[in-house]
Every structure is written in structure tokens, then in C-alpha cells.
């Protein structure tokens, strides 16, 4: 072999060599700047996960109080229903006393 052909040996393999390294590299950079934007998907969707479970939980709250508002009305209404029903007996009775005019 002469120095030319040895010495485009040499040149392919360092060419080779340097290749797969600047690869590699390049691989390992890649997947730290994928690892670091699935980082930043994973915790922008767990902070609009939070926002979503506030708002349920606001929403709840407010259906409780709701609720034991309902419960108050209800408790009410059927005061009042007694309440009316009571005077009707009262009407009633005052309609029997009392003569008609005609």
C-alpha cells in the first residue's frame, strides 16, 4: 500500500469515528431538549388539571349551600301551606257564622 491509500485509510476511519461521536451527540442533546418540552406539556396540563378540580370544587360548595337553601324554602313553603290552611279553617268557620246578604 503507499502512504496515499494509507493515509485515506486513516481519514475514513477518523471520518467514521468523528461521525458516530457528532451522532451521538446530537442524540443525547435531542432527547434532553424532548425530556425538558414533555416536562413543560406535563406540567402545564397538571396546572390546567388543578384549575379544572378548583372550579369543581367551587361548584360543589356552591351546590351545597344551594342546597340547604332549597331546604329553608322547603321548611317555609310548608309553614305557610300550614299556615294558610289554617286560616282557610278560620274563613270557613266565619262564612258559617255570619248571615248572607242576598
Known amino acids: 500500500m503507499t502512504d496515499v491509500g494509507i493515509l485515506a485509510t486513516v481519514l475514513g476511519g477518523v471520518g467514521t ?4 461521536i457528532f451522532g451521538y451527540a446530537a442524540f443525547k442533546r435531542n432527547r434532553k431538549e424532548d ?8 406540567g402545564t396540563l397538571m396546572t390546567e388539571i388543578g384549575y379544572i378540580k378548583s372550579g369543581i370544587d367551587d ?25 294558610a290552611k289554617q286560616a282557610h279553617k278560620r274563613l270557613d ?3 258559617r ?4 246578604e242576598e
Not at 71 to 83: F, G
Open 59 to 83: 361548584i360543589k360548595t356552591e351546590q351545597r349551600e344551594q342546597r340547604k337553601v332549597n331546604t329553608e324554602l322547603y321548611s317555609r313553603m310548608a309553614s305557610v301551606e300550614a299556615s
Open 17 to 20: 469515528l468523528c461521525a458516530i
Open 35 to 42: 425530556d425538558s418540552g414533555e416536562g413543560q406539556q406535563k
Open 97 to 100: 257564622h255570619t248571615p248572607r
Open 93 to 95: 268557620n266565619i262564612e
